[in-house]
């Protein structure tokens, strides 16, 4: 993910790709995927560390700010760098231009996606 690639070399970002050819490439990408231990730093960091965690809540709010002078109400969450909103990806780019992540990503079958705070 966008904040795990210092954790885990050459592991980072995020893959788009048209879904006829997800079944090629997912194996490739969750081949790669960072082990527990490394996420479990990684949230511990994002979310226990001060200035991390301060950081991470202007950045939230900033970007909830954004969002929302685009028309797009996003839900608040309480600590992380996922922002919410009750929308597919699809719904929000093309309504308001503003490319967000997929739930579909993380294996969710809801109309809803993601912006990233850490952006």
């Known amino acids: 993910s966008l904040s795990k690639s210092w954790l885990h070399e050459k592991v980072f970002g995020t893959a788009v790709v048209p879904a006829q050819d997800l079944a090629a490439w997912a194996p490739i990408f969750r081949a790669a995927a960072p082990a527990q231990a490394s996420l479990f730093v990684a949230r511990a960091l ?4 001060v200035p991390v965690a301060a950081e991470l809540g202007v950045r939230r709010a900033r970007t909830i700010a ?10 608040t969450p309480a600590s992380g760098y996922l922002i919410p ?13 503003v490319l967000v992540i997929p739930f579909a990503v993380f294996g969710g079958t809801r109309a809803w996606s993601f912006a990233s705070a850490l952006s």
């Open 46 to 49: 994002l979310e226990h560390a």
């Open 85 to 97: 909103i009750e929308l597919a990806a699809e719904v929000v780019l093309a309504r308001h231009r």
């Open 66 to 75: 954004i969002l929302a002078d685009r028309g797009i109400a996003a839900v």
